[in-house]
């Protein structure tokens, strides 16, 4: 049984619906799905689709680079009434820091403050905090260690970082999150990371409809092609294939607090 920890469902590049993605996911042995929101408007509909799907859990949250519409603090108070509306709402993201150069930019002293609104948010209603990170290492990093001790729980989605960055992580007792791109052949260092990282340290993703394994790349990427990143770990890790893919879910059930 596969868990894919981090997907978005209602992506407008598909032209399914949710639910057909995910029972195209079922038949592929993935019978767990977090929908990740990011935006506002995102969030409503990630709480929808949990309400709709039993397989699927969700978060809320606002993107590095998506437009609020309005003040942090208000935003912050909506997604709060979200959450306590839909207890399958698990997690508070995705948010973080994105320093890629393609993107609209949101200054990075506001991307700070909108991040540091997700961590608070995330301590307060004790949900998982799902961080992006792109090109954000240190400045990841540094505001995360202000909060340890305090019972955050977290992941760090898309990891795509080396070994040594990876270390820094798991010391704040967050866990790594591996997609389709550790099947890319460039990316040993990534690898590495596999590896090395704890067993009960690891969750897969695909973050769908983007990043596909290799052998996919150029189309959509869905939620059914985790059974490709599960089997790379379990080929990287030298481990069966089953036990990867049990970790997958027990992991991610334990970080997300679901019992099945
Ligand atoms: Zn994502």
Not at 58 to 74: A, E, F, K, M, N
Not at 119 to 127: G, P, W
Not at 198 to 225: A, C, V
Request: charged share 25%; net charge negative; glycine share 6%.
């Amino acid at each position: 049984m596969l868990t894919d920890s981090h997907c978005h469902l209602k992506d407008s590049s598909y032209g399914k619906s949710p639910k057909e993605i995910v029972e195209d996911g079922k038949k592929q042995d993935v019978s767990l799905f977090i929908n990740i929101a990011t935006s506002l408007n995102d969030s409503y509909v990630s709480s929808d689709i949990c309400g709709e799907i039993s397989e699927v859990f969700g978060t809320v949250g606002i993107y590095p680079h998506s437009d609020l519409g309005q003040d942090i603090s208000s935003v912050s108070s909506l997604l709060e009434k979200i959450i306590d509306c839909n207890r399958k709402i698990v997690g508070i993201g995705e948010c973080g820091i994105d320093l890629s150069d393609n993107k609209p930019a949101r200054e990075l002293k506001e991307q700070k403050e909108l991040f540091v609104s997700h961590i608070e948010l995330s301590l307060k209603k004790d949900k998982v905090l799902v961080i992006h990170n792109r090109n954000a290492d240190e400045v990841v990093l540094d505001i995360l260690s202000g909060y340890v001790g305090r019972g955050l729980r977290a992941v760090a989605h898309c990891f795509s970082s080396d070994w040594e960055i990876a270390k820094k992580f798991l010391d704040l007792g967050i866990y790594i999150s591996f997609s389709g791109m550790i099947t890319y052949p460039s990316r040993h260092g990534l690898r590495e990371v596999v590896k090395n990282v704890p067993d009960d340290m690891f969750l897969i993703e695909t973050d769908s409809p983007w990043l596909p394994p290799q052998g996919h790349r150029g189309e959509l990427n869905y939620p059914k092609y985790v059974k490709i990143v599960a089997e790379k770990v379990s080929q990287v890790k030298e481990k069966p294939y089953l036990t990867v893919a049990s970790l997958s879910t027990e992991n991610a059930c334990r970080l997300f607090k679901i019992n099945l």
